[in-house]
């Protein structure tokens, strides 16, 4: 059997024993426990044996994802990023893979990954933790981040990082999606956390302009040309 039978030499009246097992789950099917129970002597049993069973439930893992980055951005900026993982559940979550997807012209900055479980001390930055690849859509699993491997209940991972800003980023959505196991090694996925990054370009105005007087023949003419950036930031 999976399982075990112990021997009890005798017990008083009225007396209860307690007996406790520690099992290790692989599965998550035939979960159910069965406990038999009979008396006698000379290595016969003299009662029909009792029994009673219970079966293990296991909750649904529940992990939470959000995402923020520096917002508004200016043209040719370095705004930052921050992933915030939370195991919200009861039960343990495995093999967590994150994966982020960039609007066009928001690109990650390699080496600019660092990251902290449960509000502890950073760890890195460091291009050890960058993701794989390291262009838009982003991935980070336990490969490049060792807390993903497992995320106990209640715990907290945070994923700090750094972007740029190059010309053709228009403002858009930053969006973050976590797939997970579960102790079954059942594949499980996050809503979608989805950030939206405005743009803040420079207005800019050009004119070119030169004095109203004539001109005679082989006579140097004087151009005056006026760059004005009308926003209100660089």
Do not use: H
Not at 133 to 139: A, E, G, I, N
Not at 216 to 229: A, E, H, K, L, Y
Request: proline share 6%; charged share 15%.
């Amino acid at each position: 059997i999976n399982g075990c039978t112990i021997a009890i030499s005798e017990m008083t009246a009225g007396q209860r024993r307690e007996i406790t097992f520690r099992a290790l789950l692989i599965d998550c099917d035939n979960l159910t426990n069965d406990a038999s129970a009979s008396w006698g002597c000379v290595g016969v049993d003299c009662q029909t044996a009792v029994s009673d069973s219970s079966a293990v439930e296991i909750p649904r893992p529940l992990l939470i994802n959000t995402n923020v980055v520096t917002t508004p951005a200016d043209a040719c900026s370095s705004p930052s990023g921050m992933i915030t993982l939370k195991n919200a559940g009861q039960t343990t979550c495995y093999n967590l893979q994150v994966t982020e997807t960039l609007p066009a012209g928001l690109l990650y900055v390699s080496g600019s990954t660092r990251w902290r479980l449960n509000g502890g001390a950073w760890n890195g930055p460091n291009a050890a933790y960058d993701p794989s690849p390291t262009v838009s859509p982003l991935q980070w699993t336990s490969a490049q981040i060792p807390g993903l491997a497992t995320s106990n209940p209640g715990d907290v991972i945070e994923i700090d990082y750094d972007l740029t800003a190059n010309c053709p980023f228009a403002g858009g959505n930053v969006t973050i999606a976590t797939s997970y196991e579960n102790p079954c090694g059942q594949v499980f996925n996050t809503a979608d956390s989805v950030f939206t990054v405005a743009f803040r370009a420079p207005q800019i105005t050009v004119t070119k302009t030169r004095a109203n007087t004539p001109i005679d023949c082989n006579q140097d003419i004087t151009w005056d040309i006026t760059v004005t950036n009308n926003s209100g930031y660089t």
